[in-house]
């Protein structure tokens, strides 16, 4: 079982930035695919951004590319998503995934952990 809690959601203007985290518990961080995921109100939640295993590898959806970057750091259990040029059409709210794989993570299906979410908000 993997616990994960988010932080660093907030409110910022257009063009701002913030960086989220999400800390997992567990001893077996390194073996879990991570995914950031977000959803607005009356919307599907939808990929934003995942990072293989080891961080070798890295995704993310079209709407946020050359804008969002996924990071992790196994020694710490945590996942970053540093979020620049934000726009008016990322408020949601963030959630980060964990998955019992390493690649394929663009899927919804491929996680079995979920956090709470944490609230973006930009103001335009």
């Known amino acids: 079982q993997v616990q994960l809690v988010e932080s660093g959601g907030g409110l910022v203007q257009a063009g701002g930035s913030l960086r989220l985290s999400c800390a997992a518990s567990?001893?077996?961080?390194?073996?879990?695919?991570m995914g950031w995921f977000r959803q607005a109100p009356g919307k599907e939640r939808e990929f934003v951004a995942a990072?293989?295993?080891?961080?070798?590898?890295?995704n993310y959806a079209d709407s946020v590319k050359g804008r969002f970057t996924i990071s992790r750091d196994n020694a710490k259990n945590t996942v970053y998503l540093q979020m620049n040029s934000l726009k008016p059409e990322d408020t949601a709210v963030h959630y980060c995934?964990?998955?019992?794989?390493?690649?394929?993570?663009?899927?919804?299906?491929?996680?079995?952990?979920w956090g709470q979410g944490t609230q973006v908000t930009v103001s335009s």
């Open positions: 567990g001893r077996t961080f390194s073996s879990y695919g």
């Open positions: 995934a964990a998955a019992h794989r390493c690649y394929g993570l663009e899927i919804f299906g491929s996680y079995d952990y």
């Open positions: 990072i293989s295993c080891g961080g070798g590898s890295r």
